[in-house]
C-alpha cells in the first residue's frame, strides 16, 4: 500500500510516492518529476528510487500530452511497485477558498467548487485540477485527495484577513487567503518536534520560485505575506510581490487589457523582470552584471521589509526557518538576512550556515544569538501524504 502525492504545474508534474504501514505514512520511496508538458516542449520523466537517479525522453503526441504523461507514470509505478497497490492520489490544490479549510476527497461537486476559483490563482489552480481530473481517468480505481495551500491558514485573525475595502466586496470573497500552506505545515512540525522555543514566535521563509513568509504563533499561522492570489508579498522569480494598486490603474488607463497585466504580473516580473536575465536565483549570483545584482539586491531588501512587518505582528522573534529552494540553498541570502535582522538578536554562525545545503534539517545560528534559526528542507508531499492517510482512516 502506498500514497502518491503530485504537484501538478503549468509545465511540470512532481510526484513522490509514500508506503503506508499500519495507515502511517512511511519514508518516500519515489521521488521524479515529468518537465516539458508545455506547448512545443520536450517531455521528460526523471525519478529518484532508491538512492539511483534515472531518466526517460517521452515520446508522447501533440494532444492530451498530460494524459499520455500519466500513462507512462502509471507504467513506471507499476514496474516499480509489483502488486502493491496506491491507496490514495494526494494533490497539492493551492486554493480552497473560504470553503475548504481542510484537505478533501475530490468528487465533480468538490472539483465544481475549486475551479470557481481558477482565476484567484490563474498559474496554478487550472493545472492542478487538470491533474485531479487526469489522475481520475488514468487511475479510476483510486481516491484524489485535494491538500490546500490556503488550509494552514485558516487561522488568520479577522484583522489580518481582511482588506480595507467595503464590505460588499468581502462578501464576494475578496480577503487575504494566504498559501504555501503544505510547505508551512511541514516546517512548523519539524520545527515543533527540534525545538521547544518553536512554539514561540516563529517566522518561516519559504524562498523559492513564489515566495512568501508566515508569522506563527503557538504553531498556527497568524500572519503570511501572500493574500487574495499568489502575488503578494515578497518579490518572486516572475512575479512582483506587494505593487502600489495605482500601478494598475495607471496601466488600465494606458489601455493594458487583463491578458496582458495577468502575463507581465505573473510571468514578466519579479527576479527575471528587474534583471532580464533570468529568475533563477542560481544563475543571478553567478552573473556579473548591474541588472543581474539589482534583482538580488531588491529581493533581499524587500524580504527585509517583509520580514520586519512579520516580526512586528509576532512582537518579537523565536525562531527563523529557511525552505523553498533559494532558503534551502543559498548561503549569501541568509548571511544577509541575518546580518539585516542583527537588531532583533539574530546571529548566524558563519560555518554551519555554509554547511546547510539543503539536504538535512540544520540549526545555523551562533550560540549567543537571541533567536534560533533553522534551515528545513521543505517536503509538501509527504503533508499531502499524510493528509491523503488521515481522510483514508477516517
Ligand atoms: N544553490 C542554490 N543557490 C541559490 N538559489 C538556488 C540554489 N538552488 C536552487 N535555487 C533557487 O531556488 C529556486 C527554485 O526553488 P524551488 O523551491 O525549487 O521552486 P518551486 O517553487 O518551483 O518548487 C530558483 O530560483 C533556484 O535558482
Ligand atoms: C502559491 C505559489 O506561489 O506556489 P509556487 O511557489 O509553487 O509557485
Ligand atoms: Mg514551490
Redesign the pocket.
Known sequence: MAILSV?A?SS?L?FSLYPLSAGQVQAQVLSGCIEGLEPGGAPEMTWNFQGQAYQKSLVLGTTSVFAQALLALRELLTELLGTAKIQAVAHRVVHGGAQYRASVVVSEAVLFDLMQLNSLAPLHQPHNLEGVRAFAKAFPEVPQVACFDTAFHASLPEVDYRFALPEALYAQGLRRYGFHGLSYQYVMGVLLAQSPRASGRVLMA??????SLCAAKQGQSCSTTMGFSALDGLMM?TRPGTLDSGVMLYLLEQGWDHGRLQKMLYKQSG?LGVSGI????????ADPSASAQLAVDIFTYRLQRECGAMVACLQGLDVLAF???????????RTELGQRLAWLGVVIDPVLNSQA??DQIMAIHAPESRVEVWVVP?D?GVVAAREAAKLLAA
Not at 519559504?206 to 515566495?211: F, K, R, V
Not at 533570468?278 to 549570483?285: G, I, K, Q
Open positions: 504537484n504545474g511540470t512532481k519559504h524562498l523559492g520560485n513564489g515566495a522569480g527576479l533570468s529568475a533563477d536565483m542560481r544563475r543571478l549570483r525552505s523553498g529552494g533559494i532558503g534551502e540553498h543559498d548561503v549569501t541570502l545545503t539543503g521543505t509538501e
